[in-house]
C-alpha cells in the first residue's frame, strides 16, 4: 500500500492521499486500516465546473482482504456522475464515515452546509450533519 500511495503523489501533484494503520499488535506488526484519496486534477474540476451537489455511498469490496469502499461523487453540468473522493476501510461504522467526511470537506474547503446538497443512505445522513 506505501508504493501504491507513493505512485499516487508522484504521478498526481497536490492531490491528497492518506493511509492510517492500526495501532501494532503484540507482534509489533501494524495492520492496515483506513487509505483516502482525493485527486487534485478532479478537486479542481469539480469546484470549477460541476454543480453543488455531492452524493456519498458505500460497496463491500469482495476480494482477498475484502472491506469497505466510500465513495463521494458530484455531478457535472452534463448530469453526469463526477467522481470527487474515494477510501477504502476495513468496516463501515461511525469513525470511518466521520473521517471519510471530514476529510471530503476539508478538501472541498466547504465551510457551510447550506451550499451544497448532499444525498445519501440513511446510515450515513446523520454523519453528514455532524461533519458538514
Given at each position: 500500500?506505501?508504493?501504491?500511495?507513493?505512485?499516487l503523489r508522484k504521478k498526481n501533484p497536490g492531490s491528497i492521499i492518506i493511509m492510517n494503520l492500526e495501532e501494532p499488535?503484540?507482534?509489533r506488526r501494524k495492520k492496515f486500516k483506513r487509505f483516502y484519496v482525493c485527486f487534485a486534477g478532479v478537486k479542481k474540476g469539480f469546484l470549477s465546473g460541476c454543480r453543488p451537489f455531492i452524493g456519498v455511498d458505500s460497496f463491500h469490496l469482495k476480494g482477498l482482504h475484502g472491506g469497505i469502499l466510500l465513495t463521494a461523487v458530484g455531478v457535472d453540468l452534463n448530469n453526469n456522475q463526477f467522481p470527487l473522493a474515494y477510501?477504502?476501510?476495513i468496516s463501515e461504522n461511525k469513525?470511518?464515515?466521520?473521517?471519510?467526511?471530514?476529510?471530503?470537506?476539508?478538501?472541498?474547503?466547504?465551510?457551510?452546509e447550506d451550499s451544497y446538497t448532499f444525498i445519501?443512505?440513511?446510515?450515513?445522513y446523520q454523519l453528514?450533519?455532524?461533519c458538514f
Open positions: 500500500m506505501w508504493d501504491y500511495a507513493d505512485a499488535d503484540v507482534e477510501s477504502v476501510v469513525e470511518s464515515w466521520k473521517w471519510f467526511l471530514t476529510l471530503l470537506r476539508d478538501d472541498l474547503n466547504i465551510a457551510r445519501s443512505d440513511k446510515d450515513s453528514l450533519r455532524r
